[in-house]
C-alpha cells in the first residue's frame, strides 16, 4: 500500500511541475487524490455487493468505477505522457490562422 501512495506522489509532483500557480498544485492534488481514492473504495464496494450479491447496486458502483478510472488514466495520459517538446511540435506542424 505503501507503494502505490508512492506512485501516486510521484505522478502528482509529475503533473505538478507543469503549473507555476501553488493554488493550481494544490488543486490538481486534491482532485486526483479524491479521484483516486474514490476509485479505490468503489473497489472495495464491487467485492462487498459481489459476496452480498445485490445486483442493482454492483451495477451502478462498477459503473462509477470504470468512469473514475478513465478519469484517472485521462488525467494521467494527458499530463504525463504528452511531453513539452513533442506538444509544441505539435502545435508547430498546425495550419496558423494567419
Known sequence: MLSLFKYINAVLLKIGNRETDP???ARIKMLFCIVVLYSIFTGILIVAYTLGGEIPHLIRVSI???CSSFFIASIYLSLIHISEPTRQAALSRMPSSA
Open 23 to 25: 493554488i493550481n498544485k
Open 64 to 66: 462509477v468505477f470504470v
